[in-house]
């Protein structure tokens, strides 16, 4: 009888290894391609550099963590009630390499949920701000790019603005369509809006932090990625 079971178990066991196993595989292969980081945002016919692609495929591996991996139902990330069982802690324990010590302390959940937040809402906000931030200057301020100058002695023509017809004051500034005014006014007073110089800086002041916090969270992805496992 024991005889009798066992090969039963053994017969199961290789029905499993011979069906089970080339499905999960098959699946992986049509489906779920591991050794592929799929990036949200890029035109796979249009070339990207490397810097775009680096940063966009650590965030996309913790944005397929959050939303494919279902980590909280798997790990304890937190205090257990009840115990002294506590989940990881960034720079924990004390000699831990700390890169970025002002998140000394925290929970790793917490700052995985920070990287996800800021990549899936404030990053999004923040490009379709500069878009919009750019957009205003080139309409209110840059005018109309025009290369009717003759050719120099190389054969080069030299390409100015035609400013003549830029706003010349607040009313007609105000008056311009396709303009997100909600978003301008994040960045500027109204009695800025003539001001070129202030519009340049502030783009380019929005577009420093946009680069910084790129970099702050790229830092991040890194410091988590011991974790990132479920």
């Excluded at 090969?7 to 779920?32: G, Q, S």
Aim: aromatic share 14%; net charge negative; glycine share 4%.
């Amino acid at each position: 009888m024991k005889d009798f079971f066992e090969t039963v178990m053994f017969r199961c066991e290789d029905f499993f290894k011979n069906w089970i196993y080339p499905a999960y595989h098959l699946r992986n292969l049509l489906f779920r391609r591991y050794d592929l980081v799929r990036l949200p945002g890029l035109k796979p016919q249009e070339y990207c550099d490397c810097l775009e692609r680096m940063f966009r495929a650590n965030m996309a591996l913790v944005v397929f963590f959050m939303e494919k991996e279902n980590p909280e139902a798997h790990v304890l990330w937190y205090e257990e009630d009840g115990t002294d069982r506590c989940g990881p802690k960034y720079g924990v324990p004390e000699n831990s390499r700390l890169y970025l010590p002002e998140y000394k302390g925290r929970f790793i959940m917490d700052i995985i949920k920070e990287i996800y937040h800021w990549y899936t809402v404030e990053y999004p906000a923040m490009l379709a701000d500069s878009k919009e931030l750019l957009n205003f200057w080139s309409v209110a301020h840059c005018g109309q790019m025009t290369d009717d100058t003759p050719p120099d002695e190389n054969g080069l023509i030299k390409c100015h603005f035609d400013k003549s017809h830029c706003p010349g004051n607040l009313t007609e500034i105000k008056s311009i369509s396709g303009i997100d005014w909600n978003r301008i006014r994040k960045y500027l007073k109204e009695d800025e809006f003539l001001n070129e110089t202030v519009v340049r800086t502030r783009h380019t002041d929005l577009e420093n932090r946009i680069f910084l916090e790129s970099q702050k969270y790229l830092h991040l992805c890194i410091e988590v990625r011991p974790y990132l496992w479920r």
